[in-house]
């Protein structure tokens, strides 16, 4: 039986976008995420600030008496993080490629979120929850590059 997640509420509220990075950066600063690289966490920081975004302006359309749920749970090999909510669905469909030449001032998140995380889940249950699910893997060896996003010049983590 794998062990309970770790969670925490918070608003859905723009300005709280830093708990969410917060609470997935403190976690993984613990002894059981050790194996996940500097990129990878910062990497994971900003698929996490992606899907708040999203569920904030999207499936709340900015109402800010709404609440989001985050969870995380270490498995054997990767992160899970569970975002759920309870606003419209999100229905996967493709998604075009964002332009990116200059011009685009939106449309990346969904993009980045790909790009960043190892897996992207999403799921509407009967009761009205939706859960949005990135999984990470936590071992440099296992780690998959994905094309299309450098990473490697970052200098500073997201706070």
């Given amino acids: 039986m794998p062990p309970s997640p770790h969670r925490m509420e918070m ?3 723009m300005e709280d976008l830093h708990k969410a990075r917060r609470f997935v950066r403190e ?3 613990s002894d059981v995420c050790r194996q996940l ?3 990878d966490l910062w990497q994971l920081e900003l698929a996490v ?3 708040t975004a999203n569920i904030i302006r999207h499936a709340y359309k900015d109402r800010t008496d709404q609440r989001i749920l985050v969870e995380i749970q270490v ?3 990767r992160l899970m993080v569970n975002f759920n909510h309870w606003g419209t669905p999100f229905v996967q469909k493709s998604v075009p490629l964002p332009i990116l030449d200059g011009t685009a ?3 990346f998140g969904l993009y980045l979120i790909e790009r960043c ?3 992207v889940f999403y799921e509407c249950t009967p009761t009205g929850k939706n859960i949005i699910t990135l999984l ?3 071992t440099r060896e296992t780690s998959k590059k994905k094309p299309g996003i450098d990473f490697s010049n970052k200098k500073e983590r997201i706070t």
């Fill in 11 to 13: 608003p859905a509220q």
């Fill in 75 to 77: 498995l054997k090999d």
């Fill in 49 to 51: 600030h992606e899907v």
């Fill in 105 to 107: 001032k939106n449309g």
């Fill in 136 to 138: 990470k893997r936590r």
């Fill in 37 to 39: 690289t500097r990129e």
């Fill in 117 to 119: 995380v190892d897996s």
């Fill in 27 to 29: 976690f993984c600063k």
